[in-house]
C-alpha cells in the first residue's frame, strides 16, 4: 500500500467458528463501533493448535463457508481465509504481518474473549504482539478478562452472550433448535452439510 493512503483501524477476531454463533457477531459489531473500526476481519482458524487432539474439528472449509454466510451482508464484518490459506498451524501473530505487508499503515487489534484473553502470554511471540496491536476483550458469561501484563487494552463494552459453538453442537447432535444462536445462512449450511449430528464433544474449550 502507498504511502499517503489514511491508515485502516482493522479489528482481527480469530477462532474456530464451529459454528459461528451471535456470541461472537454482536460483540464483533459493538468493538467495531466503539473502536472505530474499519473492518472486523473473522478470521477462520485452519488448525486450531490449542484444540487439536480435543475433539474432532468440522473441516476449515465447512467453517469458513458459515462465518462467510453469517457475515454476508453485515457491514463492518468480514469472513477473512487469510489463515486457511496460508496453512498449517495458526498464529495471529503471523496473520498481523502478513497484514502489514500490504498494509504497512494499518492498525490493528486483536479481539478475542475474556476466556481466551488470560492465555495471550502462550500465544506464538507474545512479546512481538504486545507491540503490534491493541487487545480488546470482549466479557463472556463465566469467565473473567485478566490479560497479562504488558499488552496495551482498550475497552469494549457489550452484551453479555452466554452462548458457545460447544453448546450448539451439542443442540444440534440432539435434535434441537439453534435457530437465532446462529444466523440462518449459517444454519442452513449446517443442516445442509449434516455437521454436529453425531457429536458427542460437550467439553466447552
Ligand atoms: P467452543 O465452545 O468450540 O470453544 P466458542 O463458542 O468458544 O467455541 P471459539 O471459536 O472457540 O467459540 O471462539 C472464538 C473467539 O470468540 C474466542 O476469542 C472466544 O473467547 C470468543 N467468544 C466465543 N463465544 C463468545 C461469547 N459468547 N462471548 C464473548 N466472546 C466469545
Ligand atoms: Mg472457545
Known amino acids: 500500500m502507498a504511502s499517503g493512503v489514511p491508515a485502516r483501524r482493522i479489528g482481527l477476531f480469530g477462532g474456530t467458528f464451529d459454528p459461528p454463533h451471535i456470541g461472537h457477531l454482536v460483540p464483533a459489531i459493538c468493538a ?3 473502536l472505530s473500526l474499519d473492518v472486523v476481519l473473522m478470521v477462520v482458524a485452519n488448525v486450531p493448535w490449542q484444540k487439536v487432539g480435543s475433539r474432532s474439528i468440522s473441516a476449515a472449509e465447512d467453517r469458513l463457508a458459515m462465518v462467510q454466510a453469517a ?3 453485515v457491514e463492518l464484518l468480514e469472513a ?3 489463515e486457511i490459506r496460508r496453512g498449517g498451524q495458526t498464529f495471529t501473530i503471523d496473520t498481523i504481518a502478513e ?4 498494509r504497512p499503515d494499518a492498525e490493528v487489534v486483536v479481539i478475542l474473549g475474556a476466556d ?16 503490534e496491536c491493541d487487545i ?3 466479557g463472556r458469561p463465566g ?5 497479562p501484563d504488558g499488552f496495551r487494552v482498550v475497552p469494549v463494552t457489550t452484551p ?3 452462548v458457545s459453538s460447544t453448546d450448539i453442537r451439542r443442540r444440534v447432535a440432539e435434535g434441537r433448535s439453534v435457530r437465532f444462536m446462529v444466523p440462518d445462512g449459517a444454519v442452513a449450511i449446517l443442516e445442509r452439510r449434516r455437521l454436529y449430528r453425531d457429536a458427542h464433544d460437550g467439553d466447552r474449550q
Open 32 to 34: 467495531a463501533e466503539q
Open 71 to 73: 457475515v454476508s451482508g
Open 80 to 82: 477473512s481465509d487469510v
Open 99 to 102: 497484514l502489514r505487508a500490504t
Open 116 to 131: 481466551a484473553a488470560a492465555g495471550l502470554d502462550s500465544w506464538e511471540r507474545p512479546n512481538d504482539l504486545r507491540r
Open 136 to 138: 480488546a476483550v470482549l
Open 143 to 147: 469467565s473473567y478478562a485478566e490479560v
Open 160 to 162: 453479555l452472550l452466554d
